[in-house]
């Protein structure tokens, strides 16, 4: 068999589109959510080479719309996460010995089949099932997953290329080796390119997955896998399967293959699993991978030099983008007292003309919150505020859940900086600003560093290089991903790879070197062409 040291295709951010009217990307998305609600999908679990199907059947509804039955999943049990498991170990010896550059070729493909025939079904699930808008859809499930893989199979050979030192008369080398046993993937909602890189970032370096999405996001997921299946990702290397968590957890976390976890999600969450990863450490044949990011209480930070109209233009956008519903969403605002008149008077100009409702009319630019659940919760956050002292809500605050999981984008005004809503992390459309003496900068940096445990996002607003370089080093540790003059969200893969210290996870940064590096355990080789045939030294030479 021939063999060669393999140059890959170099990587490059998929364009996004306009959807602007008249535009051929416009009229392919929108037959794709016409063809998506005219009928209603059954979907399966793919364990190993099986479609799995079961007697217990779960409608998916739109957010905006959750009357409408889009296609129903079939629900499994513990003994479907066994046979995940089962699957994936038996499928491992021959996809961790298959050559990597065919793995490369495998996610390549799946790459160009996003961006090119699926690009409008997969856009199209994700704004129906997770009510994205079309813009937010097309940077996310079509761009960023396209870019999670095209970029880390260029970063999975740089990896592969990285090799030691050699003295004279021996050979070191370093060889990746996929982890021992299964990874476990576990990913969110909010994001269907998150969805699709946490089971294949594994995948990629030669591990074998058992892969349990958010079951408000599956209908996007049934996308995902058929594109892996399409771009031939053999049976059994990713299994997806549809379990409430616990049951997961219980056969997962207790297997004695269980080799790391790549996790998206709450903190709570996260802290539980790594509590029970740590009590079963005994029960396992290798110390697990434990790779997450969590929560963000994200913040912007307005110095007195700051443009006024720049700043809540990233305020609404940080905020109220896909309904707040990012990890790394503004959450939280300090605004000097110099700024904020105008501040204000331009966020209630801009809030006020937002239009809010289903995804189909792309004149909205504000959807629905994922579902009832989440709702109530936020609802509750926004009530408790109306009843506050310290609080006013000065733009939004109306909500409806008739049709749709409705929340108006809502601004609320702090008199106390470490008010509930300024420290908890809401995960929707809520902001809460702080106004403070534009002569106590310094001061409120130490809060902004000290009020909320996450350190995922952060964003500084000046016209004042001396005050951004004092804001960027008294925040150092603050937030992974830092943003000068813009708003806290919209990481690129490639450009800012994403994830954050604190609270807000392990900071292993998706989309870069560092998170795969986590999924390979290296063995390092040493090879002496002329070996010694004496075991005496020099030094022990009497003369």
């Not at 501040?343 to 809010?356: A, G, L, P, T």
Request: include cysteine; aromatic fraction near 12%.
């Amino acid at each position: 068999m021939s063999k060669g040291f393999f140059n890959v295709p170099v990587p490059k951010n998929e364009p996004v589109l306009s959807y602007e009217p008249g535009s051929e990307e416009r009229k392919k998305l929108k037959e794709a959510i016409a063809e998506a609600r005219s009928k209603k999908i059954e979907i399966p679990m793919y364990i190993g080479s099986e479609e799995v199907r079961t007697e217990n059947k779960v409608n998916i509804a739109p957010p905006h719309d959750h009357q409408h039955v889009l296609g129903t999943y079939n629900l499994g049990n513990a003994s479907h996460v066994q046979t995940a498991i089962d699957a994936a170990l038996e499928a491992k010896e021959k996809w961790t010995n298959l050559s990597w550059e065919h793995r490369a070729s495998i996610f390549l493909k799946a790459a160009d089949l996003i961006a090119g025939p699926y690009r409008a079904k997969i856009n199209a699930a994700t704004m129906l099932a997770q009510s994205k808008s079309a813009y937010q859809a097309e940077i996310d499930s079509a761009c960023e997953l396209a870019d999670f893989l095209r970029f880390n199979v260029g970063y999975m050979t740089e990896i592969y290329q990285q090799q030691p030192e050699s003295a004279a008369g021996i050979w070191n080398r370093v060889e990746q080796r996929p982890l021992e046993g299964f990874v476990f993937a576990l990913t969110p909602f909010n994001f269907t390119a998150i969805a699709g890189n946490l089971p294949a970032a594994p995948a990629m370096m030669g591990n074998t997955v058992v892969w349990k999405p958010s079951n408000t996001q599956i209908y996007s997921a049934n996308v995902i896998m058929e594109i892996f299946k399409a771009a031939g990702v053999p049976d059994g290397v990713i299994n997806l399967i549809y379990v409430d968590g616990p049951t997961a957890g219980d056969v997962i976390f207790n297997h004695p293959d269980f080799a790391g976890i790549h996790f998206t999600g709450s903190t709570g969450v996260f802290q539980h699993i790594w509590k029970t990863i740590g009590e079963n450490i005994h029960k396992y044949k290798s110390y697990p991978r434990i790779v997450g990011e969590t929560g963000g209480k994200d913040f912007i930070v307005a110095h007195k030099s700051a443009d006024a109209r720049e700043l809540a233009t990233a305020i609404v956008r940080g905020a109220f983008e896909y309904q707040g519903q990012k990890c790394s969403a503004a959450s939280r605002a300090y605004i000097p007292t110099n700024l904020w008149d105008d501040v204000k008077k331009y966020i209630q100009e801009d809030v006020k003309s937002i239009n809010m409702g289903g995804v189909e009319d792309f004149t909205n630019f504000f959807n629905a919150v994922i579902d009832e659940k989440s709702f109530d919760k936020i609802v509750n956050y926004i009530e408790e505020a109306k009843k506050s002292d310290s609080v006013e809500v000065i733009a939004g605050g109306d909500y409806d859940k008739s049709q749709g999981y409705f929340i108006q984008p809502t601004v609320l005004l702090s008199s106390d900086p470490e008010y509930v809503t300024m420290c908890e992390e809401i995960f929707g459309p809520v902001i809460t600003i702080y106004v403070y003496d534009e002569n106590k900068y310094e001061e409120t940096l130490t809060l902004v560093d000290s009020t909320s445990p996450y350190a995922l996002t952060g964003a500084i607003f000046s016209r004042d290089r001396y005050a951004i370089e004092f804001g960027a080093k008294k925040l150092t540790n603050a937030a992974g991903n830092f943003y000068i003059n813009d708003k806290p969200t919209g990481a690129v893969v490639g450009q800012q790879p994403f994830g954050g210290g604190r609270a807000s996870g392990t900071n292993d940064k998706a989309g870069s070197m560092i998170n795969l590096l986590r999924w390979v355990s290296p063995r390092t080789i040493k090879e002496t062409f002329v070996p010694p045939v004496d075991y005496r030294y020099p030094f022990m030479d009497e003369k």
